[in-house]
């Protein structure tokens, strides 16, 4: 699988939130994703930067941008919080340590192809995903 | 502070989002417009979002309160414009926006706040004769 470029950005305030939104909005663009799943990428992307800033105490996204012989994009966002204790409980519609709806993990997981995540309780969180074009 | 702008027209409040909201702006929209229709009395409010590329669970969340807050208040609220690509979008991250009023379009959006505020009238008052 071809890598072809790495881009890291700063998750670590909620004007960074938009700016991952505006980055992931581009680069769907330029690969030539349909406006349905730019809309797609950038949700998911929207979703999971707020829980690296809320529930991750802030962290980076990685933008990878996949060519060959599929293109994708590939985005991991990575973060230093308290991790996730029981990850299929996180997942679930509904499930909120927050205030929010708890659509947020698993609904991201609904709008890409490729979904994975790595959580080490008092150590951190990544989730990557992918979705290709 | 960034603010959106609310415009009132009689019994109406307008509002258009035309921003890329961050989550804090978009909270502060929430407790304007509680307090606009406090304020005014207004029967009605429609939110126009056809500029909005994305509608994530918070944004979503956001017009789901402004419903229930408006409901509470005495007043309809309506949300037109929606892209496509948002609803299909919306839906698969699993929020139906149970409980708020949509329109296609601001023509359709403020008819619709127009009848329901006839009926709510004529309920009232009786039935006008016309």
């Known amino acids: ?133 | 502070m960034e603010r959106i702008p609310i415009l009132r027209m009689g019994e109406y409040l307008l509002v258009t989002i035309q921003v890329d909201m961050h989550d804090r702006l978009a909270m502060t929209l929430q407790d304007d417009l509680t307090n606009r229709i406090s304020e005014t009395s207004a029967k009605g409010v429609l939110i126009d979002i056809s500029s909005l590329e994305i509608v994530d669970s918070f944004i979503g969340r956001m017009l789901g309160n402004i419903a229930s807050m408006s409901r509470v208040l005495d007043a309809d609220t309506v949300v037109v414009g929606m892209r496509p690509a948002v609803a299909i979008t919306l839906v698969e991250l699993g929020m139906s926006l149970t409980g708020v009023r949509t329109a296609l379009n601001v023509d359709a959006g403020m008819d619709l706040l127009r009848n329901s505020l006839d009926a709510r009238k004529d309920a009232l008052y009786g039935s006008r004769i016309h």
């Open chain 1, 1 to 133: 699988m071809a890598v072809v470029s790495t881009e890291a950005t700063p998750v670590a305030t909620e004007s960074d939130i938009v700016a991952v939104r505006r980055l992931v909005r581009e680069t769907a663009a330029k690969l030539g994703f349909s406006l349905v799943d730019q809309t797609k990428v950038v949700t998911a992307a929207s979703e999971l930067a707020r829980n690296t800033l809320i529930h991750g105490n802030g962290g980076e996204m990685e933008l990878i941008t996949l060519n060959g012989p599929r293109v994708g994009l590939r985005l991991k966002f990575h973060d230093h919080g308290p991790g996730i204790r029981d990850i299929q409980l996180a997942l679930r519609d509904g499930f909120t340590t927050g205030s929010g709806l708890g659509l947020g993990l698993g609904g991201a997981k609904r709008l890409v192809n490729e979904f994975e995540i790595d959580s080490q309780v008092g150590q951190g969180t990544t989730v990557t995903v992918t979705r290709w074009k």
